[in-house]
Each structure stands twice: as structure tokens, then as C-alpha cells.
């Protein structure tokens, strides 16, 4: 079984870049696909990105395509998410979850999470 723990999170700009990151323990990441997801006060979590075990493919949601960044360093056993341009809509809570198979955009499909780390976007 993995842990997950996510940081990176905090207050920022509108237009800010900040990097969100997940470590893995208990066992190698490189096992798991691993995705990213959100919920925002109010709404259903979302999913935001995801990438395959070795990093050949990723794919986001449309919401967030060309402004953020998935990638991960097996052999560190993390998982980033590169967030770039933010604006208040992307304010949530942030989760680093895995799964053992394919790309997945559904969370259900995730047998692990992380506990979240909240993103807020200030204007």
C-alpha cells in the first residue's frame, strides 16, 4: 500500500505559478499511475491530470490544458503538477491520488489519496 502526502499549496496571485508536489512512500510510485484532482467549496471533485507510470502519457482536463504540467520522478518517488497562470476559478483542495492501471481520468477508478493541499488563488 502507498502514502501519499501533497505540499506545495498556499495563497496566490492571480497569474502565479506555484508547483504542488507528492511524495510516495510504503512503495515505489513507479508501480502506480498517478493522477491529480480538485474540489472547490460547494462543487465535485474534478480531475485535473494524470500521467502513466513511466511518464509517456499524460492527459488533463480541458480546464486546465496548456496552463498546467503533470510530471513525476520515479526513482524519488514524486509527482508534480507545475501550475502556471492561476486564476480564482482553479481554488481548491488539491489531491495527489494512485492507481495500479491504466490512465485514468475518473476518481473513482484511484485506490489511494493523499490528504489535500489547499490552493488559493487571490485577485
Known amino acids: 500500500q502507498v502514502q501519499l502526502v501533497e505540499s506545495g499549496g498556499g495563497l496566490v496571485q492571480v497569474g502565479g505559478s506555484p508547483r504542488l508536489s507528492c511524495a510516495a512512500s510504503g512503495r515505489p510510485l513507479i508501480t502506480y499511475t498517478m493522477g491529480w484532482f480538485r474540489q472547490a467549496p460547494g462543487k465535485e471533485r474534478e480531475f485535473v491530470a494524470g500521467?502513466?507510470?513511466?511518464?509517456?502519457?499524460?492527459v488533463y482536463a480541458d480546464s486546465v490544458k496548456g496552463r498546467f504540467t503533470i510530471s513525476r520522478a520515479n526513482a524519488k518517488n514524486t509527482v508534480s503538477l507545475q501550475m502556471n497562470s492561476l486564476k480564482p476559478e482553479d481554488t481548491a483542495v488539491y489531491y495527489c491520488a494512485a492507481r495500479i492501471g491504466r490512465l485514468n481520468t475518473v476518481g473513482e477508478e484511484y485506490n489511494y489519496w493523499g490528504q489535500g493541499t489547499q490552493v488559493t488563488v487571490s485577485s
Open positions: 500521467i502513466s507510470w513511466n511518464g509517456d502519457s499524460t
